[in-house]
DNA sequence: TTGTAGGCGTTATCAC
DNA sequence: GTGATAACGCCTACAA
């Protein structure tokens, strides 16, 4: 409640001595289309506006309209790199349009996830961006997708598999770069090969641990499961998984982080056991996140297109809300492994299989 | 438009056979304290609202309540992890209040800023915290201030320095511990500093840049202008100032850089030229983000309370929206050195001073 | 070329 | 206990 309320269309008709309605037609600039206004009617309305600091009420305008021009995004953890590439690309497509993009994280406060996503529901947004770990099965996902559904709110998921629903889907997953990454790492002569699989919850990161599996069990290697460490999602979840990792029994030759972030952990952990990278241990990780080729070693790691994913999503956001009723679409872009320096040959073959 | 409108209370109020208004009440909670409604009632309309899958109108009940519980926050660059932490602070403060925090980037299209920021100030939002370089002496800044203080929007600035003007403020600037920093610096042999100053606009961070003269000066060292290398804000910006400096005749024995992230790509540049940190060069830098001690060398590196820096922040302007007319508020909070690895001792006084 | 009036979905005030 | 009704600020036929 300030002390001067902030000046309405109305205050403006009235110092310009004007209608309500030719104010409207000056601000939103149907001057000399639609509705013919004389410049000098024009004019002592804009300044008026300017002397009273008038600005539209963005509320009122959307109650009106029944649209926002405001899509919302959740992010699963805005303090790892790799989404702001994705939230890039969204904002990018977003603006060409005209919309405004709402950013939101889940991790930021986990358990206020949910409330996030419903009041971005009640219409202060035109659309939503889902992406990845917010719409697995958890618990409340299911019931708040189906409230979504009838509310008829457009939605756009980025998903690293591909969902039998009927919501829009931009799918990119690292199924087949993982099959790359692994024979990188056996041409290396790597046959001990460990998995940091640190996710936010169980069942995130299918499309890494699988193939890690199966890459392993074509070559006719055992999966050791005492091999593959489960972990949070912090730089800190990698550097004690690392540390834990490597004093097994038998540590591996190479490791296998499940993304950046926790691999920047690892390196850290790795250099406090005195091990250099790649010559003594070799790292693959993913996501490719910008410091990745700045690290001491470059990582090597398996990249999606960050960008284009959140700028695909937006465009496939964009046109549903433009025609709902359109049928709903998949787009799946691709991965792929970019060598670097992190991942050598293997030191000896002592530890081999 | 979709194909079915989304429901409202009318229709709510239709199904459950009651009038809107008990609707509101009910919805609102307000069933047993001020408005008596009975409990047949009451779950009569919560049934229906389930059923119809109705959801309240944020737009609507902003309209009419004048408020949006929305708070605004404009962070320089969301690519820096300096700026989550204090994103993260703001976050958990508004929470607590029920209040919901709509996160805007200014450097992720830096055009877009002034768009961005005043589609934020058409109501969408209660109250507005501004970091750092927006608020800056910039040509359309000011216009956009005048506007603001006209237009009766809360607004709390986090920066690096007092500034004279209405606005309640978070002040925490490097300059104490700059001195800091560069006496450790001194007292560890280093003679010849370089200083890598990337910045997204001219004037930015002197709190840094004078502090590193002053400090010089004081030796009795002349500022020699060759080791100041001015750049960008960005990982590669880094990379490249630091492969500029040390081409130097006479290249310097440490360098501060302005912040971590430029350091990252400091550490790399150093790397690819065969120098080891901090045994041939020492380095440290600015904002201790998360990676900072996880990175080899781990940075040495001044460091401000940045999730502290956005509660108070948003304490403050909770407060101001509050109470309007209360007297503006200026609060300082420290930065503190952290030492960890990557400053050590002068190689060697060859040359020194 | 400009003005009038109705309504978007909500909440608050007042009768019943 | 519950139901009309009047705003909130804006946009847009339609009338003048």
Redesign the interface.
Known sequence: ????K?PTQADVACLAGVSRATVSYVINGLANTRIPISEETRLRVLEAARQ??Y??????R??RL?N?K?LGLIVPD??N?HF?ET??GA??EA?ASGY?????SMD??AE?GKE?F??L????VDGLILMGSFIEQSDEAKEITI?LR???LPIVEISDHFRENHADQVISDYREATFEAMELLFSLGHRRIGLIYGVARPDLALDRLHPYREALEVRGIEVDESLIVRCGPT?EDG?QATLSLMKEKDPPTAILVINDVLA??A??AL?DLGLVVPQNISLVSYDDI??AK???P?LTTVSKNAVLLGQEATRLLLRRIQD??RPCEKVVLPSRLVVRESAGPAPSRQNSF
Chains 1, 2 share one sequence.
């Open positions: 409640m300030p002390k001067t902030r009273l600091g600005v539209p009420d963005a509320n009122a959307a109650l029944g926002t405001a805005i303090r790199p702001w939230v890039e904002w990018r603006r405004h993009l709402l950013l939101s930021l406060n206020y996030v419903e009041d529901s009640h219409r202060r409230q009838k509310q008829h730089m550097y920047i952990g390196l850290r250099a910008p410091q700045y690290l001491v470059r709902p009723e």
